[in-house]
């Protein structure tokens, strides 16, 4: 979940090792025609109960909320309703597990808005966990340079601007955990992503995060057995376990 332009497409990406885009379903198994939803999608339309699947790790299937920021009021009861039945679903293949909520770090100016707000006051998603992601982190260096040479001090300094930057990104996660961690139905975690619009980056902090979140010891183990490129995190679970 989160607005448009958030990265929630990159970093399913990622976690499915692939550069291509997902193939979608209909909740009846039924194949969609991928530029027909495309088109909707420009359009601000959406279908929540759309299955994401990507054929290069078909193990997870994925829902997206598309930006429902600029929908409509029934767009949202749509979002809270599906969540609320997926979340209670006594199939394991037809319950959601965990919801990522994205939040773009490189428009600062707005990083908590309405309709964030809206969901973590009015949306319970029940023993389903909420991670809050903090996508584009990396943006964060720019901004780290300009405050350097607002300071009058050396650009060039690696150390001092990673410093920095480290400092910017600390200040703005906590600035989001005030803003939302008043909220009715807080997140989960918090968790910042950087470089993830490069080809191969480290999804091993997203997906340990989400199975620490996991309240079944069998999720867990299927959420990491399921990450079937990175054997390391595999092993580190099952010697865990």
Same mark, same amino acid.
């Given at each position: 979940?989160?607005? $448009? %332009?958030?990265?929630?497409?990159?970093?399913?990406?990622?976690?499915?090792?692939?550069? #291509?885009?997902?193939?979608?379903? !209909?909740?009846?198994?039924?194949?969609? #025609?991928?530029?027909?939803?495309?088109?909707?999608?420009?359009?601000?339309?959406?279908?929540?109960?759309?299955?994401?699947?990507?054929?290069? !790790?078909?193990?997870?299937?994925?829902?997206?909320?598309?930006?429902?920021? $600029?929908?409509?009021?029934?767009?949202?009861?749509?979002?809270?309703?599906?969540?609320?039945?997926?979340?209670?679903?006594?199939?394991?293949?037809?319950?959601?597990?965990?919801?990522?909520?994205?939040?773009?770090?490189?428009?600062?100016?707005?990083?908590?808005?309405?309709?964030? =707000?809206?969901?973590? #006051?009015?949306?319970?998603?029940? @023993?389903?966990?909420?991670? &809050?992601?903090?996508?584009?982190?990396?943006? &964060?260096?720019?901004?780290?340079?300009? =405050? *350097?040479?607002?300071?009058?001090?050396?650009?060039?300094?690696?150390?001092?601007?990673?410093?920095?930057?480290?400092?910017? *990104?600390? %200040? !703005?996660?906590? =600035?989001?955990?005030?803003?939302?961690? %008043?909220?009715?139905?807080?997140?989960?975690? @918090?968790?910042? &992503?950087?470089?993830?619009?490069?080809?191969? $980056?480290?999804?091993?902090?997203?997906?340990?995060?989400?199975?620490?979140?996991? =309240?079944?010891?069998? *999720?867990?183990?299927?959420?990491?057995?399921?990450?079937?490129? !990175? *054997?390391?995190?595999?092993?580190?679970? $099952?010697?865990?376990?």
């Amino acid at each position: 979940m989160g607005r $448009a %332009n958030a990265g929630k497409t990159t970093i399913l990406q990622r976690v499915c090792n692939t550069t #291509d885009k997902p193939e979608i379903f !209909n909740g009846k198994g039924g194949k969609v #025609d991928a530029s027909v939803v495309e088109g909707s999608l420009t359009r601000g339309h959406h279908i929540i109960e759309d299955e994401l699947v990507f054929q290069s !790790n078909p193990g997870f299937v994925f829902h997206d909320s598309c930006g429902f920021e $600029a929908g409509s009021e029934e767009q949202f009861d749509m979002m809270k309703n599906f969540v609320r039945d997926r979340a209670k679903r006594i199939r394991l293949d037809e319950r959601i597990h965990a919801i990522w909520f994205c939040i773009p770090l490189n428009e600062s100016h707005r990083m908590v808005m309405a309709a964030e =707000k809206k969901f973590f #006051d009015e949306c319970d998603t029940g @023993y389903v966990p909420v991670i &809050l992601l903090a996508t584009k982190a990396d943006t &964060l260096e720019l901004e780290a340079f300009e =405050k *350097l040479e607002e300071q009058g001090l050396n650009v060039d300094d690696e150390t001092g601007s990673a410093r920095l930057q480290e400092e910017i *990104l600390v %200040n !703005n996660i906590e =600035k989001i955990k005030n803003w939302l961690g %008043n909220t009715r139905f807080p997140p989960h975690d @918090y968790l910042p &992503l950087a470089g993830m619009e490069q080809e191969g $980056a480290n999804c091993v902090p997203l997906v340990t995060c989400t199975a620490n979140a996991l =309240k079944e010891e069998g *999720l867990q183990q299927l959420l990491i057995s399921t990450q079937q490129s !990175n *054997l390391e995190l595999c092993m580190e679970f $099952a010697i865990m376990k």
